[in-house]
């Protein structure tokens, strides 16, 4: 190393050895760079032979962060020597507190960026057999998202000579004020806490309020806003703090889809009603999606004013809207089938008129005032 030292000393002179000295460490921590991009990329060739979450997360995110905190070490210490050299203060400054800054800054870039990972590798079916519900997920990843962006500022503070303590004191003091100006604010915080723990619904539910004109699938859970894609795709931002005061249906935590359906038959049918219903009733217990642990009823129950109606309540085993349609369609058609089957026909609204017979004396005055009018005519 002193032979070395002393064959650039004679080829540059003492003057500019420092000039070598920068450039060699600039030249090593190019290589150092170059050397850790290949082995972060045989790394994650390795780490896509496996299923585990850590160490994909691990590799997808130790790079850029770690190639800058390199670099920024390599530049810090030629500063560091180049400072030293030519008496340039600026130089010495840098090579000081920002690079103690720098180093926190980039640590705690990797964190944000490993947690980030982390949180969607534990939500994907191929990472993990069995994945934690995404709400969850997200809530538990934004809190570890903040306490290191939180503990990352308080260690910067320090660093730059601020009493930790006195900020949080003072924190203490302003926190009331801050309390009264931001209510809303904290309001909805507290209210994406409360969906975060009672979960009222998650990401990817259909949800809908009957105090509001609020309706569709869930897309993100802030601690703000909720963002909700109604049916025709619009984007719909609702404060978390409304969720408090009103009341959410779930339809995509329902067990069963209900099918109730009101059918009139003539009232020329009235002997076929009782067989009609059996038939109806004995259909849907062996329907293969009919839910019979359930309520099913099929009765005749009204006497409308066109026709003879019997009414089928009854639920489908799955909850998916268009299967539901696609078996209450066929449900309905079997119920025609069976109607026309035992030779009863649908009702529609009809109107009998009844004509009742006339007297024999009215027709003979009737004929008598036609014959008359008749002579006159002549």
Known sequence: MESAKAFLRSLVGDDRFWIAEVFIVVLITAMASWVLS??????????????????????????????????????????????????AEVLTWLAGKPRAIGFVVVITWFALRFAKEVELNLADPRFVRKPIDTTTVRAIGKLIRASIMITAAMVIMQRLGYSVSGVLAMGGIGGLAIGFAAKDLLANFFGGLMIYLDRPFKVGDW???????????????GWRLTRIRTFDKRPLYIP???????????????????????????????????????????????????????????????????????????????????????????????????????????????????????????????????????????
């Open 38 to 87: 290949l082995f972060v990329s045989r790394l994650r060739e390795r780490a896509a032979r496996t299923v585990n979450p850590w160490d994909d997360a691990l590799v997808n995110s130790i790079n850029p962060p770690a190639s800058i905190l390199i670099w920024l070490l390599g530049l810090s210490l030629a500063a560091a020597r180049a400072g030293a050299s030519t008496d």
């Open 207 to 221: 949800v809908r309020s009957p105090d509001r004109e609020i309706e569709g699938t869930v897309e993100d859970i």
């Open 240 to 378: 978390n703090g409304v969720f408090t005061q009103i009341s959410v249906e779930n339809p995509s935590r329902m067990l069963n889809r209900r099918i109730y359906e009101t059918i009139g038959i003539r009232y020329d049918d009235a002997l076929l009603m009782a067989p009609i219903v059996d038939d109806v009733r004995a259909m849907l217990q062996q329907h293969p999606e009919i839910d019979t642990n359930q309520t099913l009823i099929v009765n005749f129950n009204s006497f409308a004013p066109s026709s003879l109606d019997f009414f089928i309540y009854t639920f489908t085993k799955t909850t998916d809207w268009i299967r539901y349609h696609e078996i209450k369609q066929d449900v309905l058609l079997k119920i025609l089938q069976i109607v026309e089957g035992r030779g009863a026909s649908c009702a529609f609204p009809t109107s009998t008129l009844h004509i009742a017979d006339l007297p024999e004396l009215a027709l003979a005055n009737d004929s008598r005032m036609t014959l008359g009018a008749g002579v006159t005519a002549k």
